[in-house]
């Protein structure tokens, strides 16, 4: 069974230059709910000031707790929290996992959270502390583990020991994130190379954007060392910050579409995923860039 870590509703969205309102938001993730994915990132507890796309978070993880208990359903709905304060929204909101994240790239962290990775690691502890009391499940995301729009090339040893800094911390899992989408089969291996263990122990996910085509290739290369974890986005939502134009996140009804195809299983409806696609587009006011969405599934039988 692969594990598929929906990230459209957050991370897709909030690289979007088009908001969605509140209505919207919740209709896509009871559609995603639907469809058979087992854990949805639903939102960010961040100042809606910086990112407007994430407005009523609270709100909205609220009404998912009215529809489907949060505490009690067999899916998971975390949340991103930047900081403390974020995790004090995060327990009133009853959640049970929230995501916290910091970059393989001192001037990535600098640009994209105004801090060093250092100091990133100083504001995870309170919130750690938090969830631990609350036994609240905490998901890593380290961001930029192959290439850094500002430093280029990123040192495969830094990721390695990062991802595991994070695991000591108390995160369940880490996700490594190609952020930029620019990694080579060959580079995601050199990381995964060091993180054995840790794929062993079921600790890793992958990460991957599909800026440059080479995200299929890259979760192909990841099921080779034993990964079973992967994030995606519905209709490869998401865009690229520093590649104007670029396809976001990997799609999910792609990566469903080939996992279904190797015969591993995922628990999810490709159907209704597509179905989602063409409803989310209509939403977006844009066409999605998912190729199986836009193909359609062949024909199994004359
Ligand atoms: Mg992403």
């Known amino acids: 069974m692969i594990r598929i870590v929906e990230v459209g509703p957050r991370d897709g969205l909030q690289n979007e230059k088009k908001y969605l309102d509140f209505s919207v938001r919740l209709e896509l993730i009871q559609k995603l709910v639907d469809s058979g994915l087992k854990t949805i990132e639903i939102g960010a507890f961040v100042s809606s000031e910086k990112i407007p796309q994430m407005a009523q978070s609270l709100e ?20 991103l929290v930047p900081n403390e304060r974020g995790m004090q929204d995060a327990l009133k909101a009853h ?13 990535f962290n600098q640009a994209n959270i105004n ?26 995301y380290l961001s930029t583990c192959f290439y850094c729009p500002y430093e280029g090339k990123i040192k495969p040893q830094k990721v390695v020991l990062l991802a595991k800094r994070l ?14 989408g620019a990694a080579a089969p060959t580079e995601v291996a050199t990381v995964l190379k060091g993180l054995k263990t840790e794929i062993r122990g079921k600790k890793i996910a992958m990460h991957f954007h599909d800026t ?26 998401g865009g690229c910050p520093y590649a104007p134009g670029a396809q976001g996140n990997v ?9 279904h195809g190797m015969g591993l299983k995922t628990g999810i409806n ?4 597509i179905e989602t696609n063409q409803w989310l587009s209509e939403k977006m006011e844009k066409p999605l860039v998912s190729r199986v969405a836009k193909a359609g599934l062949p024909k199994l039988k004359k």
């Open 115 to 140: 801090c060093s990775i250092e100091e990133s690691f100083e504001r995870f502890h309170p919130v750690l502390n938090l969830a631990k009391k609350n036994k609240i499940k905490v998901r890593g």
């Open 60 to 79: 909205i993880t609220q009404k998912i707790n009215d529809i489907y208990n949060i505490r009690k359903s067999k899916n998971q709905f975390p949340v």
């Open 167 to 180: 695991l000591q911390l108390g995160c369940y899992e880490v996700s490594i994130g190609d952020t930029i």
């Open 212 to 237: 440059r085509g080479t995200a299929l290739a890259n979760v192909l290369e990841s099921l080779k060392y034993g990964v079973k974890t992967f994030d995606s986005s519905i209709g490869g939502l």
């Open 251 to 259: 799609s999910t009804e792609d990566i469903v579409y080939m996992l």
């Open 95 to 107: 959640i049970k996992e929230v995501a916290i994240f910091t970059a393989a790239s001192e001037t």
């Open 270 to 273: 490709l159907q209704k995923l």
